[in-house]
């Protein structure tokens, strides 16, 4: 008899803080290594250590690079992991951007809460460091997906393209002849720059992401609904920001832009893009090709549109421009980066729309402002929320519930449990309902910090 035990140590019964850790015989293993995002008592853990011993993991093996995918990874090394980080090659270079991105946002925060005595901490300290980061970069270790990977005798991996972002895949994770499969983020059916996700066909142990399992994407006129309210925006002379994550919905927006001015539905307004981390994603975008469908002419010429400010002197030039303007800035959820800057100057002003694109995360501004909130906290200080709030649902990198039946519906067996994670539990629970009603499968909703212990005879 073989026992494996397997420790669900975030995006259990919540959406972020992606890590699950797998005691094997043979192998000690984690899948994703991401940090808590939202309410401040999930923030609040990627200061507390993992309740496992941290230096007897043998390897990490990373589903993708967004931050609550890979955020807590220099973290892991401070408690002492010394193993190997695995990844496709896009992954590992977007969460390499993500990572000294983060570091360097952890250290500009607690060096502004220091100077301003915003904090309680005395002095505050960063979550962790840019040199933190770097030492971890070290220990990636990129493979090609489709091909199996042996660890063990008994182990062996496989990662499968999944669409969602640049370098995303399922991991088929294969333990003594049963088939573990993590779904990752699982992508869209249709995406302007990603092929469709590929299927698992077998899975004996189904760990699958809910972010929208209670969700279907509303069919949405996104071009008209983006073309009306950029016309709205010069009319009344204001100014349009579009939080945006860096990675995939920043490349979208610039597409649908790209080809709304190609199709003259919009006029030429100027538009700035405004996420340092951004600009180096579109550098993976050009540097893997065969992980999307730009051609890289379209690309190339899309990229020459668009003003992309590099520093945060240049940030400051355009606020003060006078002209009607549209900025995308990072963070997606509004959680941080420069787009805080921004709202920080024209969030009170009426004549400003905030189009808020994909999930906004409980916790998070972006969902105080998706709630209605009449005032927003922005380093430290309150601001009163004058502008217009919009939202694109449809503009989401994740599947909604329809999407991620139809990626479960080719699974050939029964598989003997489905953990559902990355859900809030509203989402959980009515995913839960569902595959139990169309499938009939067992399924098990873990909470944070659950042991599941599945023994596999010989």
Same mark, same amino acid.
């Given at each position: ?14 959406? !972020? ?6 005691? !094997?015989?043979?192998?000690? &293993? ?17 200061? /507390?250590? &993992?309740?496992?011993? $941290? ?21 892991? @090394? ?12 896009? %992954? ?37 460091? $840019? ?36 370098? #995303? ?38 760990? $699958?992401?809910? %972010? ?16 009306? &309210? ?25 597409? @649908? ?26 550098? $993976? ?21 668009? /003003?992309?400010? !590099? ?58 402002? @998706?709630?209605? #909130? ?12 004058? +502008? ?15 999407? @991620? ?11 003997? !449990? ?11 629970? +009515? ?17 944070? /910090? ?9």
């Amino acid at each position: 008899m073989n026992t494996i035990k397997i420790h669900f140590l975030g995006a259990s019964g919540t959406v !972020t803080g992606s890590k699950f850790y797998l005691e !094997t015989p043979e192998l000690n &293993l984690m899948i994703d290594c991401g940090m808590f995002q939202g309410l401040k008592e999930l923030r609040q853990q990627n200061w /507390n250590p &993992l309740p496992i011993d $941290v230096s007897k993991i043998d390897l990490v093996l990373l589903t993708h690079g967004h931050l609550d995918h890979t955020g807590y990874l220099p973290r892991l @090394l401070k408690e002492g992991f010394k193993g190997k980080i695995v990844g496709t090659a896009p %992954t590992l270079a977007i969460t390499r951007i993500i990572l000294l991105d983060s570091a360097k946002i952890h250290e500009e925060e607690a060096e502004q809460a220091n100077k301003e005595g915003y904090s309680k901490h005395n002095p505050a300290l960063p979550l962790y460091t $840019v040199k933190d980061a770097e030492r971890t970069i070290d220990l990636f270790q990129s493979k090609e997906k489709d091909q199996w990977i042996s660890l063990t005798e008994h182990i062996r991996y496989k990662f499968r393209y999944n669409g969602h972002i640049i370098g #995303a895949t399922f991991i088929e994770l294969e333990i003594f002849g049963k088939l573990f499969v993590f779904s990752g983020d699982v992508g869209r059916l249709q995406d302007n720059l990603l092929e469709s996700p590929e299927r698992p066909k077998w899975a004996d142990y189904l760990f $699958v992401e809910s %972010t929208y399992g209670n969700k279907l994407h509303p069919e949405e006129d996104v071009e008209g609904i983006l073309s009306d &309210l950029i016309k709205t925006t010069i009319r009344e002379r204001g100014n349009l920001i579009i939080p945006s994550f860096a990675v995939e919905r920043l490349q979208s927006l610039m597409y @649908l832009l790209w080809n709304l001015y190609k199709k003259n539905k919009i006029p030429n307004i100027p538009i700035f893009i405004d996420s340092p981390m951004g600009n180096n994603v579109l550098s $993976v975008f050009e540097q893997y090709p065969h992980w999307h469908k730009l051609p890289m002419n379209e690309y190339r010429a899309m990229c020459n549109h668009f /003003n992309i400010i !590099t520093s945060y002197g240049d940030t400051w030039k355009t606020i003060d421009d006078p002209r009607s303007k549209i900025v995308i800035a990072g963070s997606g959820m509004v959680t941080g980066g420069r787009v805080l800057t921004y709202l920080k100057q024209l969030i009170d002003i009426p004549s400003t729309a905030i189009l808020l694109v994909g999930f906004q995360a409980e916790g998070t501004r972006g969902r105080q402002l @998706l709630e209605g #909130a009449y005032e927003l906290k922005l380093f430290g200080k309150y601001y009163p929320i004058k +502008a217009k709030i919009h939202h694109l649902e449809s503009l989401s990198a994740h599947a909604d519930q329809s999407e @991620l039946l139809h990626w479960m519906e080719d699974i050939e067996n029964i598989p003997e !449990t489905v953990f559902l994670i990355h859900g809030e539990s509203t989402s959980l629970d +009515a995913f839960r309902v569902k595959i139990k009603d169309v499938h009939g499968w067992n399924v098990q909703i873990p909470k944070l /910090n659950d042991i599941q212990e599945i023994i596999i005879s010989n």
